[in-house]
């Protein structure tokens, strides 16, 4: 029997949008319209946080080269949500749970990508990871009221061992976590090497660099991932040989490639951005607005507080700053970044309001 004959062979693992958790408030009167899910999608992509995404790094910063070529977060979102619509058809899973927890799970990116994340770990002394503070951002700072299964997808979309994901997370967040790596994966290593910033050699087999593009790599891992899980009768892609490879392939190319990759001057612009918040946001917490920045806006801070040493600039003229006056004053009452706060749906529904 033919993959494609077989295909529906997981629709019973499939979401039921009647068996959500629901929103931490009252649900919006539109969500009857269009349903949960649809309208979660709908809520994030006319989300602030999300149009940032196109001026949010990828793996190059995106005002430092080539606007027109280099890949950003938006893109990188979109092809993720657009394999993920794919995939969740191909499985019979719920397409409109997957796709909205594709739309979202990038949201809170740093500025920089993950080296923004790794500047905030080392300022703070907290581990600062985008996933959980997704969900703290579309619940707190930029309030979407989204469902607990979209919340909690966004949450675990970066576990890097699908047995430490809670146990509620839906095979639709499963999804989206794999089709989040295939897609760096796929088109990471063409990026690196179109700005000389690796070589050829440091790849290997398995991105098959002189033979196949991005497409051919995302297709090509996309199908062994729906092979394995008919043939497991789960979302999986970690055991089939493909996966193997794949997997081992992602471990060298941090090791061998990322870790060769030169930060020193954008890191080092990041901690006295990071530095300045803190300083000027008396009482605001300034990682809320480190998160919002856009790289646009940091080169152009950095070069302001170059020329005047940080005096007379005015922080309202940037955008990230607009939500801190809505935000609580004091230490003691910013909100713990470490923790997804998604403790909420195990209470009953109609006890939460």
Not at 70 to 84: E, G, S
Not at 105 to 129: S, W
Not at 160 to 176: F, S
Not at 194 to 210: C, G, M, S, T, Y
């Amino acid at each position: 029997m033919s993959i494609m004959e077989n295909d529906a062979t997981l629709s019973l693992l499939a979401f039921d949008e009647r068996s959500s958790k629901g929103c931490r408030t009252l649900r919006d009167l539109e969500s009857g319209q269009v349903g949960l899910f649809q309208h979660d999608f709908i809520k994030i992509i006319n989300s602030t946080a999300f149009g940032r995404l196109v001026d949010k790094t990828q793996i190059f910063v995106t005002s430092s080269r080539r606007k027109s070529t280099v890949r950003n977060r938006m893109q990188h979102t979109m092809t993720v949500v657009a394999n993920t619509i794919y995939t969740a058809k191909r499985l019979g899973l719920n397409v409109e749970l997957a796709a909205a927890i594709a739309i979202g799970h990038d949201i809170a990116h740093t500025v920089y990508g993950h080296l923004g994340e790794n500047v905030v770990t080392m300022c703070t002394g907290v581990k600062f990871c985008h996933n959980i503070y997704g969900s703290i951002l579309a619940q707190y700072f930029e309030p979407l009221n989204l469902s607990y299964e979209t919340l909690s997808g966004i949450y675990a979309h970066s576990f890097k061992d699908v047995l430490a994901m809670p146990n509620d997370i839906t095979p639709e967040g499963i999804l989206v976590m794999y089709m989040d790596v295939i897609d760096w994966m796929a088109h990471d290593p063409d990026s690196l090497i179109e700005f000389r910033v690796a070589d050829l050699k440091w790849f290997p087999n398995v991105f098959r660099i002189n033979e196949w593009s991005a497409k051919d790599r995302t297709s090509h891992w996309t199908e062994e991932l729906i092979r394995e899980s008919l043939e497991k009768g789960r979302v999986s892609f970690l055991d089939c040989p493909e996966a193997k490879e794949f997997w081992s392939a992602k471990t060298l190319i941090y090791s061998d490639v990322y870790k060769k990759l030169d930060h020193r001057l954008h890191k080092q612009a990041l901690i006295d951005i990071f530095e300045f918040l803190q300083k000027r946001l008396v009482g605001k917490d300034p990682v809320i607005a480190f998160d919002m920045m856009t790289d646009s806006e940091a080169m152009d801070l950095e070069q302001r507080m170059r020329n005047s040493y940080g005096k007379d600039i005015d922080l309202s003229e940037y955008s990230f700053t607009r939500l801190l006056p809505d935000l609580p004053d004091g230490q003691e009452n910013w909100i713990d970044f470490r923790d997804p706060d998604l403790g909420w749906g195990d209470v009953p529904e109609n006890a939460r309001y």
